[in-house]
């Protein structure tokens, strides 16, 4: 289901107060939120909106419109449980008893699904859409639980192995500049 109307969004924010919305930019390339720049409404717009746009722990937000990035996903965990999501965002909730939602998460980021994602959504045109009807003909193809679990987990730990990795390299990128300059100093070298 995709989010509200962006005219139902209209007086988003970056402040701290209010309910936050995820929007595409704050899916991450590992499948995470990041909470860093969510905007947000206020609590009366949020609880004016109908219930079915708050997420809940285990859904699966998908990026649905955009010109680059079309499925990004990320699962919604118990912290963002009561967030909405943006019209350029589809929620996935896992309502089989047959199907983890973690499974679900890596499954929609496997270059095949991708591929059959981004070939369904209005192929040709500037703005990629995916829509409900065309993510419900997506064939999932569903192991047992067990196997389901063991793969979501191993991906997992993979995702959180390349986070530490990268936040590791932009930490050493800024102690290097930091050793320069303590050493030489900032002075522009043009002698301005």
């Known amino acids: 289901m995709p989010g509200p109307s962006g005219g139902l969004l209209e007086e988003l924010s970056t ?4 309910v936050p ?8 390339g590992h499948q995470t939120v990041d909470t860093s720049r969510v905007r947000r409404v206020s609590k009366e717009t949020a609880d ?13 937000v998908l990026v649905r419109q955009s010109t680059t990035g079309l499925g ?7 912290e963002q449980q009561g967030w909405l999501f943006a019209t350029s965002c589809l929620r996935i909730a896992v309502t089989s008893d ?3 939602p973690s499974y679900l998460l890596h499954y929609l980021g496997h270059a095949p699904v991708r591929r059959w994602l981004s070939n369904r959504a209005n ?4 703005v990629e859409t995916l829509t409900t009807a065309n993510l419900a003909q997506l064939p999932v193809l569903l192991p047992g639980l067990d196997s ?3 793969l979501a987990g191993a991906l997992d730990e993979i995702n959180t192995q390349l986070r530490t990795h990268e936040e590791l390299s932009r930490r050493l990128g800024l102690l290097s ?10 002075a522009r070298l043009d002698g301005h």
Do not use: F, K, N
């Open 15 to 18: 402040g701290i107060e209010g």
């Open 21 to 28: 919305v995820i929007s595409p930019p704050d899916l991450t």
């Open 48 to 60: 004016s909106l109908a219930t079915r746009y708050r997420l809940r722990e285990g859904d699966v």
């Open 72 to 78: 990004r996903q990320a699962l919604v965990t118990r």
């Open 98 to 100: 047959r199907l983890l």
């Open 123 to 126: 192929p040709g045109q500037a």
């Open 148 to 150: 389901q679990q063991a």
């Open 177 to 186: 500049r930091a050793v320069l300059t303590a050493q030489l100093g900032d």
